[in-house]
């Protein structure tokens, strides 16, 4: 029987520290050579083990491979120049020094393939892996060769296409893309950011997902949150064309932000990620806020196409908080379930 309101996380779990520096994004690696092949799958057995402790539904690798969800995508394509690096403002908020483009961009081989194989082994739970979005991936580079956000994004989606066909190959049953810029840039998502996610997911008949989100719970977003006004309505500019997209699943923010909730009632039909869970705090949501949280998401989502989940990855947090979290996600759910049932 299938699983009412299946819960998942949107993408990364906290590292051990024997790994990488705890509680830090682009956190430098703790090992090296051999030691680090096998500290990555240790991790992701971990994090495994723990999602299913806990009871999450539809579980992921908590990206322990992965320094950053961006970044290690970009690191095995050719054409970029990590040591050429400018300054750029990533999502119109914070500067940051990025590697350029400077040729024709190509994928030589598969990115994660090994790993979801791998995590596909260690379980017989459907799994979720996520990839970063055309948008997002454009929004992190210096491009000196294209010129075209455009052209450069048609490009990447043409690679996480490649990249998505292997990964449905090994057993993955969800592919989410993760695309924060959709949140920001409103124009260009109509025009062509849509279109780009479209032709990531050309032929694929594992699901499909969009996850669009305020990011991390990082000082630059948490900053950039507060001067956004007492109502987000940044998901209104898009959802009228998500909704007719071929994406399957949308996963979006919720619990704890200005986001009104009846803009879900303009994706109607689609299946949607509820993010519970807020991943710019350190507080442990009670099982009782998240049940709220999920209760009010059902005034517009069918409770069939209801998915529990994470506001945002949790790399930032504690393994602790991160644990308690994913907990009350569970719990929550549960509650709802009863409800419903
Ligand atoms: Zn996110």
């Known amino acids: ?28 690696w703790a090992l090296e050579g051999e030691a680090l092949v096998e500290g990555k799958h240790d991790a992701l ?3 495994l083990q723990e999602q299913q402790k806990v009871g999450i ?15 290690t995508f970009i690191e095995h394509l050719t054409g970029v120049d990590f040591e050429n690096r400018r300054t750029v403002k990533i999502r119109d ?30 379980t017989d739970k459907p799994i979720k892996w996520a990839l970063p979005g055309p948008m997002t991936m454009i929004d992190t580079l210096y491009d000196a060769h294209y ?31 993760d695309e924060p810029a959709f949140n920001v840039f409103f124009d260009d998502v109509n025009e062509w950011g849509i279109a780009c996610l479209e032709r990531a997911v050309e032929g ?43 994406i399957d699943i949308i996963s979006l923010e919720c619990h704890n932000s200005r986001v009104p909730i009846e803009l879900l009632a303009l994706i109607r039909g689609k299946k949607v990620m509820v993010g519970a869970i807020d991943v710019a705090t350190d507080t442990i949501e009670s099982a009782e806020d998240v049940a709220n949280t999920l209760r009010e998401a059902l005034k517009y989502v069918d409770a069939d196409k209801l998915y529990p989940c994470t506001n945002c990855g949790m790399a930032p947090l504690s393994r ?12 929550g759910a549960e509650i709802v379930r009863r409800e419903i049932s």
């Not at 914070?94 to 791998?118: H, I, Q």
């Open 147 to 177: 010129q075209s956000r455009k052209k450069l994004a048609w490009e990447f989606a043409k690679i996480l296409n490649q990249e998505a066909k292997d990964l449905e190959a090994v057993g993955v049953d969800i592919i989410q893309f």
């Open 93 to 122: 908020r914070y500067d940051a020094k990025v590697p350029t483009v400077v040729g024709k961009v190509s994928r030589p081989k598969s990115v994660f393939v090994e790993d979801a194989k791998f995590l596909r082994q260690q």
């Open 45 to 47: 057995r971990l994090s």
């Open 204 to 246: 694929l008949k594992c699901e499909t997902a969009v996850h669009i989100c305020y990011g991390y719970g990082i000082k630059a977003n948490t900053d950039w949150k507060k001067s956004l006004g007492t109502e987000w309505r940044q998901y209104e500019e898009i959802f009228p064309k998500l909704k007719e997209s071929s």
């Open 1 to 28: 029987m299938k699983t009412l309101l299946p819960t998942s996380t949107a993408g990364s779990l906290p590292k051990p520290s024997w790994l990488a520096q705890p509680e830090t994004l682009w956190s430098p």
């Open 320 to 331: 602790d908080v991160a644990r308690g979290k994913l907990s009350a996600l569970h719990a």
């Open 57 to 71: 539904d539809i579980v992921s690798d908590g990206e322990q491979t992965r320094q950053h969800f961006v970044t």
